[in-house]
């Protein structure tokens, strides 16, 4: 069975019921619904780049598979602050620059997710007078 999606209905000024408030009403949903998948993504970035952190610390195995999806997938993310330090030691070179990342992705991806959720947020609370 299909469903469809019926318009959002206001109240007018006359107490007339009408559909004015129907594309600010689904542009701010949609809005939010953007805003949540900035959130999931950006947790799911941060999580693997201090995945392989961790893997790195506790001397996992590069040429295992899994470690080295990771890894890859990790030094993509961190993109411009992999090598931003120089350290004697390689692995705490990786876990200052790796771990920086870990923490300027949350602070951008919050930003970009508040942003997001304000403008639906004031989309849904619209009404036409």
Known sequence: MRRTLQPVRTTTGHGRRGVGATAAGGAGAGLLLLARLVQAITSIVVGIIVIAIVLRLLGAHSTNDVV????????????????????????????????LAALVWPIVGGMIARALAGAGLAGTSRRRV
Do not use: A, I, S
């Open 68 to 99: 080295r999806f990771f890894h890859d997938t990790g030094r993509t993310l961190v993109g411009p602050f992999d090598g931003l330090f120089t350290f004697k030691d390689r692995k705490v070179e990786m876990v200052v620059d790796w771990g």
